[in-house]
């Protein structure tokens, strides 16, 4: 017997769903200022290498033997590989390989990686039409403003509860871009959100193993087959989104309509998003960010007694795993990644590799981190003290860690990490070629360009 409940919901919400449709589908091309474009390229070029670089991992290889299982059409290409499949498995393979290192963009207020799924559906889809670059640059920025703004909507308290907020509002952003792409009108596009609404993917759980970057790609594919369901008529609720048994409302029991409605068209959230110098979960920069300021102070493992580490409550509770078995679960664990630090004095995918992690001397060192919660500390910050063998005491401590808003990646840097990725993969002179028609891909009259340089 069905039992019946009554659950406190708001019912005078605002149309959001259709106040995002018409800003979708009606905005103009290029309606924003130059940073703004300028970020946009560069969160396509960062999520372009994150894909390129973990082309052949194993989670990629597993994604596409099982896709071929559905002996899928040659429509789209798979950036970093010279197989072609379906534009949705295209989506849903580029979605993988983009998150696999955790190494991609991050929207700081809500913790969303949003080229994931957006980028991932745009490009196969985008590939397919023939687009231009202006045609994806305007869709990218779309899409991820409508995912960030309803991750905006629902967080923290719809993260606090166990949900992976990059897959519960990707597969809004990535419907929203390629609707944008397709030309939808505005019902067509209501429709697009409302079909992705029911389909939020990603749970909290699954941090440190391949189903994590799996929830991206899923997003990437149920978005793009979202707009190509209203594109055929599909119909969905309109009010999808903030119905008293909608998206927002069911997620979460937080739901700031505001973060939806205030300045849209005027403020973008492409522009508060960061890239990670560091390849692993983003409340860890901080604390290898002072461990590598510790070395360069000239602070050797070997002379290490004990590592103390004052962070927020949050840091352990997402990446507290004391003993990773492998580059994955490394990824989540503090204290592996305070050892590659001060190790390596860096933190890019090398030093998340399995060997690497169970690698005797970064265990021995590992060991030697004690992680306490002070929430004094905020969670960009750390506060970190080496003790020594001899005695001495050095202590680092990182108010905003490299790669944040306050202190952002350069040009530069990012076109570095895009090497360190892709140069393996695509070779240096095509990884050079393919950095330059990212940069100018606002101007490129077929995506195809760049597409082309991605296979090997």
Not at 101 to 116: E, M, Q
Not at 134 to 155: H, Q, S
Not at 204 to 226: C, D, I, N, V, Y
Not at 332 to 360: K, P, W
Request: aromatic share 6%.
């Amino acid at each position: 017997m069905a039992i019946n409940t009554t659950v406190a919901a708001d019912h005078n919400a605002p149309p959001i769903t259709q106040i995002l449709a018409n800003f979708v589908a009606n905005h103009p091309s290029k309606g924003w200022s130059d940073a703004v474009d300028h970020e946009a390229h560069r969160t396509f070029l960062n999520w372009l290498g994150c894909a390129v670089g973990a082309a052949d991992h194993a989670a990629a290889r597993a994604a596409l033997a099982a896709v071929q299982m559905f002996e899928p059409s040659k429509q789209a290409s798979i950036a970093g590989r010279k197989d072609r499949v379906d534009m949705g498995s295209a989506a849903l393979i580029n979605g993988i390989t983009s998150h696999t290192f955790d190494f991609d963009d991050t929207h700081l207020k809500t913790i969303i990686h949003p080229a994931g799924p957006v980028a991932s559906a745009l490009l196969p889809l985008a590939e397919h039409l023939g687009s231009t670059g202006r045609e994806v640059i305007d869709a990218l920025v779309l899409g991820i403003d409508v995912a960030c703004r309803m991750g905006n909507t629902v967080y923290p308290n719809h993260y606090d509860r166990g949900w992976h907020i990059t897959g519960t509002t990707g597969m809004l952003g990535s419907a929203a871009a390629c609707a944008r792409l397709l030309k939808l009108n505005t019902e067509q596009t209501a429709m697009a959100l409302g079909i992705a609404a029911s389909q939020p993917i990603g749970l909290r759980e699954q941090f440190g193993t391949m189903t994590k970057p799996f929830h991206p790609g899923a997003a990437a594919r149920a978005g793009l087959m979202s707009a190509l369901l209203a594109k055929q008529g599909f119909t969905a609720s309109p009010k999808a989104l903030e119905a008293p048994r909608g998206w927002a409302q069911v997620v979460s029991d937080k739901y700031d309509w505001t973060e939806v409605t205030h300045e849209l068209g005027e403020r973008f959230e492409i522009s508060f998003n960061t890239y990670k110098p560091f390849a692993c979960g983003i409340v860890i920069h901080p604390s290898i960010d002072a461990c590598v300021q510790l070395r360069e102070q000239g602070v050797k493992a070997e002379d290490v007694e004990r590592i103390e580490l004052r962070v927020h409550s949050l840091v352990l509770e997402l990446t507290g795993k004391k003993e990773p078995k492998d580059g994955l679960q490394g990824k989540f664990s503090v204290y592996h990644g305070c050892a590659a630090g001060l190790i390596f004095g860096r933190a890019a995918e090398e030093e998340f590799d399995d060997h690497i992690v169970t690698r005797a001397d970064v265990v021995a060192l590992r060991n030697k981190v004690q992680a306490t919660v002070d929430n004094n500390v905020r969670e960009e910050s750390a506060d970190v003290t080496a003790f020594l063998k001899d005695g001495r005491q050095v202590h680092v401590f990182v108010e905003h860690a490299i790669g944040s808003l306050h202190r952002p990646m350069s040009d530069a840097a990012l076109e570095a990490k895009f090497h360190g990725m892709s140069d393996a993969v695509l070779g240096a002179d095509t990884t050079n070629a393919l950095l330059q028609a990212c940069w100018k891909l606002g101007d490129a009259k077929d995506v195809r360009q760049v597409t082309a340089l991605t296979t090997p």
